[in-house]
């Protein structure tokens, strides 16, 4: 096997990230599907474990904090090119701890030696959206405007920080050090958006990450993606999703040019940019 590239997960805590991994693994395990897998023996009880979660409709618990766990996966395309996926921390914290700290381990940073892409996750519900300020002062009232002050001397800079700062603030710190060239960006739980394309989306939920994401000589690609296939909690979509005869058809990707069930395409979009 020759060529390799070689991709790090990042999201914040709760961004979809492990929802993602569970349907990403039944997808792959599909024998008729031409990407091929291969992991380590000791990662696979812990892909059996949230693949057996998602296929019966399970909240998968937040990943133990504390623990430092991650997993790798060699995704194969056609026996001989390789797509080296690190997700450095199942435990999600990892990545709101770089922030805080404004560094990063030497363990991570070995980890990440190689890295020349980036499969990053926002999910929408836990983007965090401080109003701006034409949200709180109408033009006209701009003289007896009164914005009500906060204490915000005991929360860290995480807590404070709008999440489209956080994303784009660590992406820049994974491209300094890395020579990143692609980033499939993931917009997780697509099955809450409506009347948006994945980009329109991010352009206008993130639009300093956006920007970025024009104006960083890296190249990029936005999905929607729901893993899931709809809420746990809502009746309405439980019902929908138990009725479909095959787990996969309750997977939905989303891009620019329409909609499918092989939630493996951002990685298959990654393996092709090296090919040209
Ligand atoms: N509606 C909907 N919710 C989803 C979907 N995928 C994930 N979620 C929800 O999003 C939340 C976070 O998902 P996880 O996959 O656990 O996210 P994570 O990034 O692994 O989170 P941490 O381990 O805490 O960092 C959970 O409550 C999921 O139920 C989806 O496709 N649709
Ligand atoms: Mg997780």
């Known amino acids: 096997m020759s060529e390799q590239i070689s991709t790090i997960l990042v999201g914040l805590p709760g961004s979809g990230k492990t929802s993602f991994i569970a349907a990403l693994w039944h997808i792959l395990n599909e024998k008729k599907h031409s990407l091929k897998l291969n992991i380590r023996q000791s990662d696979r009880k812990y892909l059996e474990e949230i693949h057996a979660k998602w296929a019966v409709f399970e909240e998968i618990e937040r990943s133990n904090t504390g623990t430092f766990y991650s997993i790798e996966l060699d995704i194969i395309k056609d026996d001989s090119k390789v797509l080296k996926l690190n997700f450095p921390d199942v435990s ?133 993606v729901s893993a899931q296939g709809g809420d746990y909690k809502n009746n309405q979509d439980m019902r929908q999703i138990q009725e479909y005869e095959d787990l996969t058809e309750r997977i939905r990707i989303v891009d620019c040019e329409g909609e499918n069930n092989d939630i493996s395409l951002p990685l298959n979009w990654l393996i092709e940019q090296n090919e040209n």
């Open 92 to 224: 999600g914290e990892l990545y709101k701890d770089i922030y805080d700290s404004r560094t990063i381990s030497s363990n991570l940073s070995k980890k990440m030696m190689n890295t020349n892409s980036i499969l990053l996750f926002i999910h929408p519900n836990s983007l965090k959206v401080d109003r701006y300020i034409g949200d709180v002062v109408k033009p006209n009232e701009i003289d007896e405007a009164h914005v009500e002050e906060q204490d915000l001397s005991n929360l860290t800079n995480f807590e404070i920080s709008q999440s489209q700062a956080i994303i784009t603030d660590l992406i820049i710190a994974l491209k300094n050090r890395n020579k990143i060239k692609n980033i499939a960006v993931i917009v997780s739980a697509w099955d809450t958006i409506k009347d948006f394309t994945p980009e329109k989306y991010i352009k206008e939920s993130c639009p300093l990450f956006h920007m970025f994401l024009k104006n960083s000589g890296i190249k990029y690609k936005i999905w929607g």
